[in-house]
């Protein structure tokens, strides 16, 4: 795992600049083939990867300035790069005795006790990681961009375009080592599966896009300390298509439910809605007093999807990409199992994405106050705002059909039994809309000091709150302990609440310390020569996170509601005669698990989403840096680490998966009651058992102490 301060690319920072890019970064995991940044893109980002592997295999940039006059100039650039991405989370070899469920393939994916393929909130899992197990992707991009200024009287008016050719080759369908599921122990020592899946002869699919934007921007200086920005981005692609015509993609009938059979063709969209994507652009910088200035800002700004394959890679093509289901939490598949096309009880598991997806917009407003208090102290205090809309959302679009009658809610459970899904010839969907909506609003306060003696400051903090119905997908999972699944696929409303990645507090601040050690300092005044040398020049640093926890949502871990969706995003409900602390705090029992109940059969529970705060961070991290000139332009700098020094145990999150579903509820469906919740309809018996890692947790979130040496010649 990477930090920032012992990364190449950041670590000849100071820690004072190190901490200015802690207290703006936000964590965000991209999927395998997928395109961080681009040509074109704003300068306004640095990314670094903290875990995994970003291969550039070959870059092409040439750039030509040509200056028309004094206030006109225009520079054109082309490029081309490659890059290659190869991931395998398989085992390394088949231990002896153990038969993969793909025959020819490493041993796949088993999990006991996870809310889903991804594992999240599982007891124990083991054999390949996850379900995106195997991926090699090698993608192509050829670039043009133009960009002409021309300076007017006040005027100073930007004119642009971008070009962008993308192909991408992605040998990527998912689950191809298979991925078994089973509800708690028993069921796994049993050989009874709640959900076995995988991919059947998987295949190189080649994907090709062309995407552009124009722009035009004016900034006008109004007076001398007051500038107006306005501008206007269009953008633009031609959708995610496949030369070959390997563009597979299950789609909707008339009546709303996903047709047994896929289109296969050249194109992914229907209609394409990234024709006509135009975002305005709105600034204004103000300086009412000599150390004061202001910013305001508000922009729209587009993901234009440049990745679609975690969606379509996997979708069958003729007898390639077969997509393999068994089981269910009421009927379980014998374990193991050798997977075989056309096995019998066995269903397609369909994925895609909407044939008509919008594009996911971001609306974007800000205010900053910069402040001069001396001349060795700034403050500065921003109020950043984002809307989006059109975002993705990973979505089980073949669960059962509500109806007046079944609907999921209390009062009308959906049936027992194996549950009777949109499209019965299908298994469970992975499948992605367009219709999340998320919400940011943060106040950042950011302070620096400079002392005279060699000491600098600067401490950041920031209170923030992010709100989203969906912060995991197959196209981008963040965060931590969410289902990969909304709870009820025709209200995605009912997931509103915390994003994933949610910290409403955070501090962090850091100081660096020139140390008066040396000829003319306070150590060491009087040192020349080889003394001088070793005494000078030593560099103390210091960076301090604090921040709260997490957001989670308690799951019920499997398939209560019955409607179908095998990934179990099912949430618990609560229990009204609970009474106590909820989070105890501890490793052994993070929350009290007696504050919810199960909701009755059939039917969605009452809790929230991300209703519980996981464990907070603390983290202290020094160093000291001696840096020795070997030539004039030649540095040699000794580098002492000590990450975590106070050795504060930083604990992960809580194993979210609740119950366990051994037993099997009164005919009725409504369980007995406990002592702890007399007459609460779906409380739990001894059939009904609460699962024993309920709210314990057994990782943690950072290293212990790690201290580590090192040496970096800079010239």
């Known amino acids: 795992m990477v930090t920032l301060d012992a990364s190449a690319v950041f670590g000849h920072l100071r820690p004072g600049e190190l901490n200015a890019l802690r207290s703006i970064a936000r964590e965000k995991t991209f999927p395998a083939g997928s395109e961080i940044f681009k040509a074109g893109d704003a300068g306004d980002g640095i990314y670094l990867v903290k875990e995994g592997t970003v291969e550039i295999l070959g870059v092409l940039d040439d750039k ?11 520079t054109a650039r082309f490029g081309f790069s490659r890059a290659r991405w190869l991931l395998n989370s398989a085992p390394t070899f088949i231990p002896a005795g153990v038969v993969p469920l793909v025959p020819g393939r490493p041993v796949g994916s088993i999990s006991i006790g996870s809310t889903g393929v991804s594992g999240v909130g599982s007891v124990a899992s083991a054999g390949s990681v ?5 991926e090699l992707i090698a993608r192509n991009l050829f670039t043009a961009t133009d960009d002409f200024q021309l300076t007017r009287g006040a005027h100073l008016v930007s004119v642009g375009v971008w070009f962008q050719r993308v192909q991408s080759n992605d040998n990527a369908a998912n689950q191809r080592n298979s991925v078994a599921q089973f509800t708690d122990l028993q069921h ?20 090709r896009q062309f995407a552009g934007a124009w722009y035009v921007q004016d900034a006008i200086k109004l007076r001398p300390n007051l500038t107006l920005i306005l501008g206007l981005r269009h953008e633009f692609n031609n959708g995610w298509n496949s030369p070959q015509g390997e563009a ?3 789609v909707f009938g008339p009546n709303g439910v996903l047709l047994t059979q896929p289109v296969v063709g050249p194109h992914t969209y229907a209609t394409n809605n990234a024709k006509v994507l135009f975002g305005p652009r709105v600034g204004l910088a103000y300086s009412p007093f000599r150390a004061t200035a202001i910013h305001l800002g508000y922009g729209t700004y587009f993901n234009q999807m440049d990745y679609l394959g975690s969606c379509c890679d996997g979708s069958p093509i003729g007898t390639f990409n077969q997509g393999v289901s068994l089981g269910s939490a009421q009927a379980p598949a014998t374990f193991p199992v050798v997977l075989t096309p056309n096995l019998p009880g066995s269903k397609v598991a369909p994925a895609g994405v909407d044939p008509n997806l919008k594009m996911p917009t971001v609306e974007q407003w800000s205010v900053k106050i910069e402040q001069g208090i001396t001349s060795t102290t700034e403050i500065s205090i921003n109020y950043v705002g984002e809307k989006g809309f059109h975002l993705p959302n990973t979505v089980d679009v073949n669960t059962v059909i509500p109806t007046a009658a079944a609907n999921g809610f209390a009062g009308t459970p959906f049936a027992s039994g194996s549950p009777v899904r949109a499209n019965p010839v299908l298994a469970n969907s992975r499948y992605t809309l367009s219709n999340a909506d998320s919400s940011y609003n943060a106040l950042q306060v950011d302070v620096t000091r400079r002392f005279g003696s060699g000491l600098r400051f600067r401490g950041a903090y920031a209170f923030a709150k992010s709100l989203d119905d969906h912060s995991s997908s197959f196209l981008a999972n963040e965060g931590i302990a969410g289902a990969t699944t909304i709870l009820i696929p025709q209200n995605p409303r009912a997931d509103w609440g915390p994003s994933n990645y949610d910290v409403t507090h955070q501090f962090v601040g850091n100081f660096n310390y020139d140390l008066p050690f040396g000829k003319g300092q306070f150590l060491g005044r009087n040192a020349n020569g080889i003394v001088d040398r070793v005494l000078s020049e030593w560099q103390w640093n210091g960076i301090a996170t604090v921040q709260t926890g997490f957001p989670f949502t308690p799951l019920v871990s499997f398939n209560r509601s019955n409607n179908g969706d095998s990934r179990a995003p099912d949430r618990v409900s609560l229990n009204p005669n609970f009474s106590g602390p909820l989070i105890l705090g501890t490793p052994n029992q993070w929350f009290n698990p007696a504050a919810f109940v199960l909701p009755a059969v059939g039917t969605y529970g009452n809790a929230g989403r991300d209703i519980l705060r996981g464990p907070g961070l603390g983290e202290f991290d020094m160093s000291f840096f001696k840096t020795t000139n070997l030539t004039e332009a030649i540095k040699l700098q000794f580098r002492a680490e000590f990450f975590n020094i106070l050795n504060r145990p930083n604990f992960g999150m809580p194993t979210v998966g609740m119950f366990t579903s051994s037993g099997s509820p009164s005919a009725a469906g409504v369980l007995g009651t406990p002592a702890n919740a007399p007459g609460i309809p779906g409380a739990l018996t001894a059939t009904t058992p609460i699962s024993g890692t309920a709210g314990q947790i057994n990782i943690t979130s950072t290293t212990q102490r790690e201290i580590q040496f090192g040496l970096k010649l800079l010239w």
Do not use: D, K, R
């Open 64 to 74: 030509e300035t040509h200056v028309f006059s004094p206030s006109t100039v225009n």
């Open 130 to 134: 996850g379900s995106q197990q195997f």
């Open 188 to 207: 796994f020592l049993q050989g009874q599966s709640s959900n076995i899946v995988a991919v059947l002869n998987p295949i190189e699919v080649p994907w």
């Open 248 to 250: 597979s993609n299950f």
